[in-house]
């Protein structure tokens, strides 16, 4: 024994633990999130549950799905006032998503194992998804349009009906989406466009005739659009009330029948009804459907498409910027820069910007960039404007300076080593055949250091995708009303406001009104923006480790 | 054919293909051009990106100077000041436009600030045959003054500014008003003339002000008055509740009452203050006294905002801070809070800030002083006018100042006082906050309220922030570096091909996702499994220990068949296993050992515990610092010189003791410089603190308490404060500090790094 431990065998053991433990906690952690994440869009089955409440020996029953459980002493049971029998040291307890939460109040309830009776998952229970108050759970009972009963669910043809109904209902309300989106969009930003070009002539301080006819020009436009807005609002009301005209009359679990009209209906599904094979196809919608739509109701329900849309345009304005002039400064630091202690100093600064913490950059964007920059740009720019500020205020553009800012270091970086790994050899060839130093090193060593470049291009991107402290500071919101990008002039709006993956996480994990609901969502969020980054590295040490191997060979 | 080419070649030796020697000077023009446009251009380019990474530190030291530059004073124009009598007070209203002067005999006179012009004069008339005997005012926001005349009664006031926009021009109107009636007051009902004054108007509920006043015959008369308006008529009925004080030994110098009409403060001519307490009107009750510095005498006595604190002014120009804390046995008494830096002669004058906790001081040699309580800081010491101060005025927005000196000439000026309450005491040291019993550590910034001290303490934060690095380090560095060694030493190049890359990787994974893993799952689940937590800790180097014993009984067939250096990939199940167990029978202990919750064992027995606390924190940030280390120390570990440590084993070493005596004291340095830049991450990291702590700046290294990060605070507080305030400019120099600190760790970490790489390619 004694000899075994002097040998150091325990301890390379023990070295090696390490090493399992953060394994184990990264696997541990990715799993984690897949799990979660992925679970959220699978139509688990509803259960019914009669609970027998042992203190006033009534029972009830409560219906949904079955989140999770969890095992709990009951001593902490008891003290959170739960009815829990002396005997029991441990007690098992069950979330229940009940959905329903406008006629209940709340759509998450805990039961404990010991008060539920049996529990059954009957046939026919409908899962509604809803513009507001999350999903509802119950039965049907009846199909009515104008306040008349159309169709009782015993009917055979009941569901044939509710289909075309909703389909009915729903494409209406795609109709007026579009009306209230696209159309009444372009008439507000023209309205808004003329109050600006009023107010630019107002300080342009033209003669009194020339300002008097501009104005009276404006108006005129003005008139037709609000014409137009007229009609638009005509055809919207019409819509409001077809869609009003269907309603649904459901039977919730403790008897009680509610009526659903088919406007705040999103889908039906009957989870307890379908084969695997329509849950598969279901899963797969709704990961669709996570992916491709906007959030409802403080980002507790729906998709994350402009969070996506956002961050991809984001890192993408940054790549443009950061790109050009990481590689140049890395060119003039490897190339030109005279190789003396002053170099050196600089090299090492650039480098340790790279451990600099992100939200020092945050500041410095939005002191700098937003306040400075920005309020001089809106002086100069956007002075019909003001007060309220165009550019001098958190948005798009400085979101992705600060990021490019931010990032630099990591291109720098990167394209010195990729210039640094090219043999002298070649630079010396191409000298010796009397190219010039610049044709040497556009049309020899840049190609040639070009997957350098890559990774160092792709790291950046990496690293701006997943922050988010600085962004908090300089231009993502938890709400942008608008996409960056869109069908207006000058369809890359630069100083709106966008969202973010990242802080989606945060804002719906940590501000949202109802954290139960939303959790899963951030799970999904959080996978969504793991594997983005993780892709993203891998193709980085992918092209990393194929151009070592390259030079490797070279140098043989 | 060949006779062709042959041919071919030949001619065209002759005629060389080459371009005109013109053409070739041409183009080697355009080359050198191009050469030197891509010269510059780089040039250029590399000087721009090192010049607006160097703007960062540039910028926030520009923000952030401000903040430690005292206050200037410019003179702007000097009149006589408008009116017929002395003016007993001067004020200035909030659009600094205009001032006021309240005469000795009555009249009160609205004037043109930058000329003197007149604007309006209104006359305080007291009872037939009263005349004036002495003046008072209550707190400058209110604005409320009163008169005391020779019959025992009182007449109160206020000036009234109303503001049109008419033409987009601002027009100011000014009037006086009256708000406790036309009628005088009587004070004292056996009708002895007021000689002194004390009045204060509270800002709560109802109007209501209250009134001190000392008789000619050495009594001390109280009044509190209460309006009731009519609902039907508008008339206003003043309501008036008589009542007396304790004698005091002297005559007193001011009377002063606080806002919450609780104690009544008297400095007396023998240079003493008494604070009286008035809770019970019908029995006030002298509660302390106390002198305010030893063989001087009080010459001017005043509230800071707020009324929570005196500002006492002496004979030879000492300046202190008083308020009422309380003593051991738990009575209130004055307490002499701070010192200010004292003036060349008595204080005549003390003008007190309208939002903030400063105040301008004159003095009998005609010195003003800007000063501050809460940061003590004296912002500016300058000689304004020729003998004594006989008054000053400050706007309500502290630009612009008046000064009057003995001959009835006003001096405006113009003030810059932005950022007094920042000085590095006040960053760093304890400081006396109002209504505290001690010196404290506190970062307070903000409230509702106008009247509060902002409480600029980065004590707690820098402890926060080192707090959330330690216990990251502590989870982390044994992990990693023990990880490093053995992956760069020990472990199969086939293994640590697929480990390195997956240790890596995790350096990329946002630190938002670790941050609400660790707020939403993580805190709750070590909340619920406390004796898991423990166990784990301390089991799992046991188990793992338990493990390599056993190994070396496993028969040696099965021994064979796994190679040296898969160690690690034997011992996942036993992790995997060990902390199965530990989280199953966790609920068990709890119940057995702690009644059924550790966590609420640990409340009994006085240790608090927060769900998001700095344990919490050292995981998740000790997770987002393994990379870091990990793939740093690593490095040095492997590339240790093959020829050292081949060496050591030839010598009869085992691997481990090789391990000890050559290859660590060699990559030393580069472990070193692995957990200066872990540090430095730790250091910064902000969503992970920021989800996964209360938030709660508090000053303790409780492992079960959370912290907030001087990281944290910038994101939370600085999107929500005022561009250019000292609040904003505070947290930029959070950031400074931030910045300031991790780049001296990480160049430390590379120079040691660099030393590191020589030392390898010399050996």
């Given at each position: 024994m004694k000899q075994w431990f002097r040998s150091g065998t325990p301890w390379i053991w023990l070295t090696g633990g390490a090493v399992t433990i953060s394994i184990v906690m990264v696997v541990g952690l990715l799993s984690l999130i897949a799990v979660r994440g992925l679970s959220h869009f699978w139509p688990g089955s509803v259960a019914e549950v009669t609970i027998f409440d042992p203190r006033t020996g009534e029972t009830s029953s409560v219906m949904g799905e079955i989140v999770r459980s969890e095992t709990i002493t009951a001593q902490m049971a008891r003290e959170g006032g739960n009815p829990v029998g002396e005997d029991q040291d441990l007690v098992t307890r069950y979330l229940f998503k009940q959905g329903n939460r406008d006629q209940f109040g709340t759509d998450f309830v805990w039961h404990f194992d010991s008060t539920m009776q049996d529990v059954r998952?009957?046939?026919?229970?409908?899962?509604?998804?809803?513009?507001?108050?999350?999903?509802?759970?119950?039965?049907?009972?009846?199909?009515?349009?104008?306040?008349?009963?159309?169709?009782?669910?015993?009917?055979?043809?009941?569901?044939?009906?509710?289909?075309?109904?909703?389909?009915?209902?729903?494409?209406?309300?795609?109709?007026?989406?579009?009306?209230?989106?696209?159309?009444?969009?372009?008439?507000?930003?023209?309205?808004?466009?003329?109050?600006l070009t009023e107010r630019g002539l107002e300080l342009q301080q033209l003669p009194d005739e020339e300002l008097a006819s501009q104005r009276a020009e404006l108006r005129a436009q003005r008139e037709a659009l609000d014409a137009e807005y007229d009609v638009l609002r005509m055809q919207m009301d019409e819509l409001q009330r077809e869609r009003r005209r269907d309603s649904l009359v459901m039977a919730m679990t403790d008897g009680r029948e509610v009526q659903l009209n088919l406007s705040t209906v999103i889908a039906i599904t009957q989870p307890n009804d379908m084969s695997l094979l329509s849950k598969f196809g279901h899963y797969f919608a709704k990961i669709w459907e996570f992916l491709t739509t906007e959030p409802r109701e403080a980002n507790t329900e729906g998709g994350i498409f402009p969070a996506i849309f956002g961050t991809i345009t984001m890192v993408f304005i940054m790549s443009i910027m950061v790109t050009p002039f990481g590689i140049l400064a890395a060119i003039y630091l490897r190339e030109y820069a005279k190789q003396g202690p002053l170099t050196r100093m600089i090299r090492i600064s650039v480098y340790n910007l790279a451990g600099v913490p992100s939200i020092v950059f945050g500041v410095f964007g939005l002191g700098f960039f937003v306040y400075y920059l920005g309020g001089n740009i809106d002086r100069i720019f956007y002075e019909a404007a003001l007060p309220s500020p165009t550019f001098g205020t958190p948005g798009l553009f400085w979101a992705s300076l600060t990021l490019a800012l931010l990032t630099l270091p990591v291109v720098i970086v990167s394209t010195e080593e990729g210039l640094a790994r090219i043999p002298s050899t070649v630079r010396q060839g191409s000298l010796a055949l009397g190219a010039t130093k610049s044709e040497t090193l556009w049309r020899v060593v840049v190609p040639l250091a070009t997957p350098g470049m890559m990774t160092g291009l792709i790291l950046a991107i990496a690293r701006a995708a997943g922050e988010v402290a600085p962004l908090m500071l300089v231009g993502v919101v938890k709400l942008a009303p608008n996409l960056p990008i869109d069908g207006e002039f000058p369809f890359v709006h630069l100083e709106r406001k966008i969202m973010h993956l990242g802080f989606h996480i945060f804002d719906v994990g940590f501000q949202s009104p109802n954290v139960e609901a939303s959790r899963p969502l951030v799970y999904a969020t959080a996978l969504v923006l793991v594997i983005l980054i993780v892709i993203l590295n891998l193709t980085a040490i992918s092209i990393r480790n194929r151009l070592r191997e390259k030079y490797r060979s070279d140098s043989d | 054919m060949m006779t062709d080419s042959t041919s071919n070649a030949l001619s065209s030796r002759r005629q060389s293909r080459l371009p005109s020697p013109e053409l070739r000077a041409k183009r080697r023009r355009v080359r050198m051009f191009k050469n030197g446009l891509s010269r510059w251009g780089i040039t250029a380019a590399g000087f721009g990106v090192v010049f607006s990474l160097a703007l960062i530190f540039i910028y926030l030291f520009y923000e952030v100077m401000p903040v430690f530059k005292g206050a200037t004073i410019d003179h702007e124009v000097t009149f006589q000041v408008p009116g017929d009598a002395q003016p007993l007070h001067l004020s200035i209203e909030r659009y600094q436009e205009m001032g006021l002067n309240y005469g000795a005999d009555g009249q009160v006179t609205f004037f043109n600030l930058d000329s003197g012009e007149v604007r309006l004069q209104d006359q305080l008339v007291g009872n037939d045959g009263a005349d004036i005997t002495v003046f008072a005012r209550g707190e400058d926001i209110g604005g409320l003054v009163a008169y005391g005349y020779t019959d025992g009664s009182v007449k109160l006031a206020r000036a009234d500014y109303q503001v049109t926009f008419p033409d987009d021009q601002r027009y100011i109107t000014p009037s006086l008003t009256r708000p406790y009636g036309d009628t005088p007051i009587q004070l004292d009902p056996e009708g002895a003339a007021i000689i002194q004054l004390g009045l204060q108007e509270s800002t709560r509920g109802a109007r209501s002000a209250m009134l001190v006043g000392y008789t000619n015959d050495g009594r001390y008369v109280t009044a509190r008055l209460t309006t009731r308006e009519n609902l039907f008529t508008g008339a206003v009925e003043t309501q008036v509740a008589r009542g007396v004080l304790p004698a005091l030994p002297a005559q007193p110098q001011t009377i002063l009452i606080d806002k919450e009409m609780r104690s009544v403060f008297v400095a007396d001519v023998a240079g003493y203050l008494h604070y009286v307490d008035i809770r019970n009107p019908r029995e006030p009750v002298l509660q302390h006294s106390v002198r305010a510095a030893p063989g001087e005498y009080i010459t001017a006595v005043d509230f800071l905002v707020g009324t929570v604190s005196l500002i006492v002014g002496t004979d030879s120009g000492r300046l202190s801070q008083w308020f009422l804390v309380r003593d051991a046995e738990n009575n209130s008494i004055l307490q002499r809070i701070r010192d200010f830096k004292s003036h060349p002669a008595a204080i005549t004058h003390i003008a007190p800030e309208y939002l903030r906790k400063g105040f301008i001081v004159g003095d009998a040699s005609g010195t003003v002083g800007v000063h501050y309580g809460t940061s003590a800081r004296t912002l500016l010491q300058q000689q304004m006018v020729d003998g004594a101060i006989a008054g000053i005025a400050l706007s309500p927005v502290n630009r612009r100042l008046v000064v009057l000196d003995q001959d009835q000439n006003l001096h405006v000026s113009e003030l810059w006082n932005r950022h007094p309450q920042i000085s590095f005491s006040a960053l760093w040291n304890r400081v006396w906050y109002e209504g505290r019993s001690d010196p404290e550590y506190i970062w307070q910034s903000s409230s509702g309220n106008d009247e509060f001290e902002s409480k600029f303490s980065l004590v707690p934060l820098s402890i926060g922030t080192l707090k959330a690095a330690f216990f990251a380090m502590l989870f982390a560095m044994p992990l990693a570096i023990m990880g490093a060694i053995y992956t760069a030493y020990f472990m199969t190049p086939k293994l640590r091909g697929a480990v390195k890359p997956t240790i890596e990787i995790m350096e990329a994974l946002p630190t938002v996702i670790l941050g609400f893993l660790a707020g939403l799952w993580l805190a709750p689940f070590m909340e619920n499994n406390l004796p898991a937590v423990f166990s784990l800790l301390i089991g799992m180097p046991i188990v793992m220990l338990l493990m390599a014993f056993l190994w070396r009984y496993v028969p040696a067939v099965i021994r064979g068949r796994v190679a040296a250096g898969w160690e690690a990939a034997l011992l996942v199940p036993v992790v995997l296993g060990f902390g199965w167990a530990m989280v199953s029978i966790s609920p068990y202990i709890e119940v057995w050992f702690f009644d059924g919750s550790m966590r609420q064992w640990f409340t009994d027995n006085g240790i608090t515990y927060d769900q998001r606390n700095a344990m919490v924190v050292g995981v998740a940030m000790g997770f987002a610092v393994i990379p870091t280390i990990y793939s740093i120390a690593e490095d040095a570990v492997f590339n240790v010189p093959k020829h050292l440590t081949q060496g050591s084993l030839a010598l009869g070493a085992t691997p481990w003791q090789t391990v000890l005596g050559v290859v660590l004291p060699t990559a030393s340095p580069g472990i070193f410089s692995a957990i200066m830049i872990g540090f430095g991450r730790a250091v910064g990291e902000t969503m992970i603190v920021l989800m996964a702590t209360g938030n709660s700046p508090i000053v303790n290294f409780n492992i079960f308490e959370g912290m907030r990060t001087l990281s944290a605070n910038i994101a939370v507080e600085l999107p929500e404060t005022a561009v250019g305030s000292s609040h904003f400019r505070i947290l930029f120099l959070a950031a400074l500090v931030l910045l300031t600190f991790t780049f001296i760790l990480n160049t430390i970490a590379e120079v040691v790094r660099q030393r590191l790489r020589q030392r390898y390619s010399s050996l």
């Open positions: 998952y009957p046939q026919g229970v409908m899962v509604i998804e809803r513009r507001e108050w999350g999903n509802f759970y119950g039965f049907p009972v009846a199909l009515m349009t104008d306040g008349l009963v159309t169709v009782t669910a015993d009917d055979p043809a009941f569901a044939a009906q509710l289909e075309v109904a909703l389909a009915r209902a729903i494409e209406r309300a795609n109709a007026q989406r579009v009306i209230e989106r696209r159309d009444v969009g372009r008439i507000n930003t023209a309205i808004e466009r003329i109050r | -």
